[in-house]
């Protein structure tokens, strides 16, 4: 079965960094798009960033341009988040997403904390 498993949240000072990881089962991962969402307390999920499936093309929230990187190791099925330069703002649970005919699959969520 499908599963997205995401790791590497934490807490962190306001202008630190942290890297996500999501390793994906069950499909297989270099045919497919990954995205990156996250959801704030009393907020929607959001899209942070998108990966194509060859890594060739990312696309970014507006929010999040400058300071985060998505990319992707299609080797070990997994894809990254590189966030730096954090603020309170970005405090979230982040998810990761595939889309495979005909839902969307998320994994559990990994928190992440920007705080002093």
């Known amino acids: 079965q499908v599963r997205l498993v995401e790791s590497g949240g934490g807490l962190v000072q306001p202008g630190g960094s942290l890297r996500l990881s999501c390793a994906a089962s069950?499909?297989?991962?270099?045919?497919?798009?990954m995205r990156w969402y996250r959801q704030a307390p009393g907020k929607e999920r959001e899209l942070v960033a998108a990966?194509?499936?060859?890594?060739?093309?990312?696309n970014y929230a507006d929010s999040v341009k400058g300071r985060f990187t998505i990319s992707r190791d299609n080797a070990k099925n997994t894809v990254y988040l590189q966030m730096s330069s954090l603020k309170p703002e970005d405090t979230a649970v982040y998810y990761c997403?595939?889309?495979?005919?005909?839902?969307?699959?998320w994994g559990q969520g990994t928190q992440v904390t920007v705080s002093s």
């Open positions: 997403n595939v889309f495979l005919e005909p839902r969307f699959y």
């Open positions: 069950g499909f297989t991962f270099s045919r497919y798009d």
């Open positions: 990966i194509t499936s060859a890594g060739g093309s990312a």
